[in-house]
């Protein structure tokens, strides 16, 4: 089956700082979604980026099909934007299945 | 707007006893809709989906079954609840109409005892 790695495992940063996550996947796919899951456990989508790029506010994303890699930018991080990123990718045609990489855990200081 | 709505929030269960888990979608009709579970840890597996009422499909055996008896409600069951049955179980619909992208419940968080 397809896999889905992601990294760093996990991240601390000061508040301000820039970072990238990075999700490799290992064939080709449908589909590519980044959530971030917040401290109560909510799945918050971020985007949704099967190819090209994306920005919304500080962050942004790049998704290079051809060479099965993802990258989701985040800028001037705050405290809020601390939890898990996860990169999921979607197999199964009209199913729309997700797999899930293992996340990348955030910590940004003040 | 299309929401995700799951109940319980929370359940604390004794092994070997009963589940149930609702999960009902407003504002779309005929949508996919998954179960997964996410364990101690980061991961999020994929239990079953539906793509129209009474299909379900499997991905893993296990513990767990799954039914869809109205096009907007989404249930997870188990006869005998194990320790290993303990996570966090998330429904979620795809837009399939648009795009595949998916969105999720809030999540229920079984404790299994």
């Known amino acids: 089956g397809i896999q889905v790695e992601q990294s760093p495992p996990d991240l601390i940063l000061q508040e301000g700082a820039n970072s990238t996550l990075r999700c490799n996947f290992s064939d080709s796919v449908n589909n590519l979604q980044w959530f971030h899951q917040n401290p109560w456990g909510q799945l918050i989508n971020l985007f949704y980026i099967p190819s090209g790029t994306k920005q919304n506010g500080r962050l942004s994303a790049t998704t290079v099909a051809t060479e099965r890699y993802s990258l989701l930018y985040i800028s001037s991080s705050q405290t809020t934007d601390s939890g898990v990123y996860f990169c999921?990718?979607?197999?199964?045609?009209?199913?729309?299945?997700?797999?899930f990489g293992t996340g990348t855990l955030l910590a940004v200081q003040p | 707007s299309q929401t995700i709505h799951q109940w319980p929030a929370t359940l604390v269960q004794p092994v070997g006893s009963p589940l149930s888990l609702e999960c009902t979608v407003e504002g779309t009709s005929n949508p996919n809709l998954y179960w997964y579970r996410q364990a101690a840890g980061r991961g999020l597996q994929l239990l079953f989906y539906?793509?129209?009422?009474?299909?379900i499909s499997s991905e893993v055996p296990q513990n767990l079954s799954a039914s869809r008896p109205q096009d907007r409600q989404f249930i997870l069951s188990s006869k005998k609840l194990l320790l290993s049955d303990s996570g966090f179980y998330l429904c979620a619909r795809a837009q399939t109409e648009v795009t595949g992208e998916l969105f999720f419940g809030e999540g229920s968080r079984l404790t299994v005892l």
């Open positions: 539906s793509v129209g009422i009474g299909q």
């Open positions: 999921a990718v979607g197999y199964g045609g009209a199913t729309n299945k997700l797999i």
